[in-house]
Nanobody
Framework: QVQLVESGGGLVQVGGSLRLSCAAS????????MGWFRQAPGKEREFVAA????????FYADSVKGRFTISRDTAKNTVYLQMNLLRPEDTAVYYC?????????????????WGQGTQVTVSS
């Protein structure tokens, strides 16, 4: 089994920054791609960013491109999401997710393992 634990969420003002972390553990952890999703109240969970574990290729939703950066540290089994120039519409619970094999990475159902989520609130 794989465990994912997010941290780094909090309350920040408009234009501020936060860095989320997601630590993976478990005997069977073997990622192909790791992603970040977010879910605001009353809305569906949406794709934010993803990174391939081996090559480090990155992918972003248009809404965060140029403001958010995803990265990973393979030695620590940790993926990060650096969020800059935060906006009120970025307010959501942020989840990291793991997909252990190749294929689509944009939909929540593409991922096998999920963290518990961390709240990000951007105040205006």
């Amino acid at each position: 089994q794989v465990q994912l634990v997010e941290s780094g969420g909090g309350l920040v003002q408009v234009g501020g920054s936060l860095r989320l972390s997601c630590a993976a553990s478990g005997r069977t952890f073997r990622s192909y791609v790791m992603g970040w999703f977010r879910q605001a109240p009353g809305k569906e969970r949406e794709f934010v960013a993803a990174i391939t574990w081996g090559g480090g290729a990155t992918f972003y939703a248009d809404s965060v491109k140029g403001r958010f950066t995803i990265s990973r540290d393979t030695a620590k089994n940790t993926v990060y999401l650096q969020m800059n120039l935060l906006r009120p519409e970025d307010t959501a619970v942020y989840y990291c997710a793991d997909r252990p094999y190749s294929g689509s990475y944009l939909r929540p159902r593409d991922y096998d393992y999920w963290g518990q989520g961390t709240q990000v609130t951007v105040s205006s």
